[in-house]
C-alpha cells in the first residue's frame, strides 16, 4: 500500500472511531463512495480495533495472553488498547498494549515493526518508559512496559495549566501564573532531554501527545508508546514504517503530507511545541470538528 492510500485509509479510521453505531457505517461510506477495497480495510481495521476492546468482557474478570493475565483496559487509542496485566513468569504487574490492525500489515512491515519495537526496548532513560517485551500471541502483535500508575498528562491537563479562577491582575493571581508556568517549563524541558536522547540513538517519536506522557508517582514526566515509533537512517532520514499515522493536533505538516521519508528529528520538535502550546493556552493549536478536517 502506498503512503498516500495508506494516509487516507488512516484518516478515515481515525475519524470513524470517534462515532459509534449507524453514524460511523455513514461516515465511512461517506468517506470512500467509490473504493470498496478501501472500505472494506476501513471496516477490518474498526472490528479489529472493537475486538481488541473486548478482550475482557469475552472471559470475564481476567483473561490469559501468552504469559500474561489480562486485569483491566486502562488506556485505548487509535491504533491500540493498554491493558493492566499480570506477567505470570515473573510475578509482575506491567502494562500490555496490543497493536490492533495487524490484519492490514505485510509480513515485511511486521517484521519491521518487530526490529523497530525491539530496538526501542533497548533504551534507557528515567522519562522514557522502558518496554520489556516485543512479541506477538495468536496473532495479536503486542509489547509489554513499567505500568505508570499517576495518569497521562491529558488526564491532568488542570494540574499543570492555569486555573479558570486565577485572577493574574492581582500579586495573588500572577504567582499562581509563574507557579504554573515554571512547572510546564520544567515538564516540557524534561520531555524534551528525553526525546533528545531517543534521537541521539536514532529513534523518532512520531506521535509525541499529552496521551503519551505519563505523570510518575514522584510527579516526573515519562514518555511512553514508542512502540509505533521509526528508526533514522543514517543520513536523518526516517525508514518507512508500519503506518504513516500520528494525531492530527499535534502532527507536524511533513508528516500531515504522508511521506515518512521526510520525516527528521523537527517532527518531534514540532509536537513538542504543540503540547507546549496546549498547556499555556489549555486548548489545542489546531483543531477541527473531526481528524480528518484538523
Given at each position: 500500500m502506498n503512503p498516500q492510500r495508506w494516509q487516507r485509509l488512516a484518516d478515515i479510521f481515525l475519524g470513524a472511531i470517534e462515532l459509534e453505531g449507524s453514524e460511523r457505517a455513514t461516515f465511512v461510506r461517506s468517506a470512500v463512495p467509490d473504493d470498496d477495497e478501501m472500505r472494506r480495510e476501513v471496516e477490518a481495521l474498526l472490528?479489529?480495533?472493537?475486538?481488541?476492546?473486548?478482550?475482557?468482557?469475552?472471559?470475564?474478570?481476567?483473561?490469559?495472553?501468552?504469559?500474561?493475565?489480562?486485569?483491566?483496559?486502562?488506556?485505548?487509542?487509535?491504533?491500540?488498547?493498554v491493558f493492566r496485566a499480570r506477567q505470570l513468569a515473573l510475578g509482575r504487574i506491567v502494562a500490555l498494549k496490543t497493536i490492533v490492525g495487524g490484519a492490514l500489515a505485510s509480513s515485511e512491515q511486521v517484521a519491521r515493526f518487530r526490529s523497530e519495537a525491539e530496538a526501542?526496548?533497548?533504551?534507557?532513560?528515567?522519562?522514557?518508559?522502558?518496554?520489556?517485551?516485543?512479541?506477538?500471541?495468536?496473532?495479536q502483535h503486542y509489547f509489554s512496559m513499567r505500568l505508570i500508575d499517576g495518569g497521562s498528562l491529558e488526564q491532568r491537563m488542570?494540574?499543570?495549566?492555569?486555573?479558570?479562577?486565577?485572577?493574574?491582575?492581582?500579586?495573588?493571581?500572577?504567582?499562581?501564573?509563574?507557579?504554573?508556568?515554571?512547572?510546564?517549563?520544567?515538564?516540557?524541558?524534561?520531555v524534551a532531554r528525553a526525546v533528545h536522547y531517543a534521537h541521539q540513538r536514532g529513534i523518532l517519536h512520531r506521535d509525541l501527545k499529552p496521551a503519551n506522557i505519563l505523570i510518575g508517582a514522584n510527579g516526573e514526566p515519562q514518555v511512553?508508546?514508542?512502540?509505533?515509533?521509526?528508526?533514522l537512517a543514517a543520513e536523518?532520514?526516517?525508514?518507512?514504517?508500519?503506518?504513516?499515522?500520528?494525531?492530527?493536533?499535534y502532527m507536524?505538516?511533513?508528516?500531515?503530507?504522508?511521506?515518512?521519508?521526510?520525516?527528521?528529528?523537527?517532527?518531534?520538535?514540532?509536537?513538542?511545541?504543540?503540547?507546549?502550546?496546549?498547556?499555556?493556552?489549555?486548548?489545542?493549536?489546531?483543531?477541527?470538528?473531526?481528524?480528518?478536517?484538523?
Open positions: 472490528a479489529s480495533h472493537q475486538h481488541a476492546g473486548h478482550f475482557m468482557e469475552a472471559a470475564g474478570l481476567a483473561r490469559r495472553f501468552g504469559d500474561y493475565e489480562l486485569i483491566e483496559e486502562i488506556a485505548r487509542g487509535g491504533m491500540g488498547v526501542v526496548a533497548h533504551l534507557e532513560h528515567p522519562n522514557i518508559v522502558p518496554i520489556y517485551e516485543v512479541n506477538v500471541h495468536e496473532g488542570s494540574d499543570f495549566t492555569l486555573p479558570e479562577d486565577a485572577d493574574v491582575a492581582d500579586r495573588r493571581g500572577r504567582g499562581i501564573a509563574r507557579e504554573r508556568q515554571s512547572r510546564i517549563a520544567r515538564l516540557i524541558a524534561t511512553t508508546d514508542f512502540g509505533i515509533a521509526k528508526l536523518g532520514q526516517a525508514t518507512q514504517s508500519i503506518a504513516v499515522l500520528g494525531t492530527p493536533s507536524a505538516p511533513e508528516q500531515a503530507a504522508g511521506d515518512g521519508r521526510r520525516l527528521t528529528t523537527a517532527a518531534d520538535v514540532f509536537s513538542l511545541g504543540a503540547v507546549l502550546y496546549h498547556l499555556l493556552t489549555k486548548r489545542r493549536p489546531f483543531q477541527g470538528a473531526t481528524p480528518v478536517e484538523t
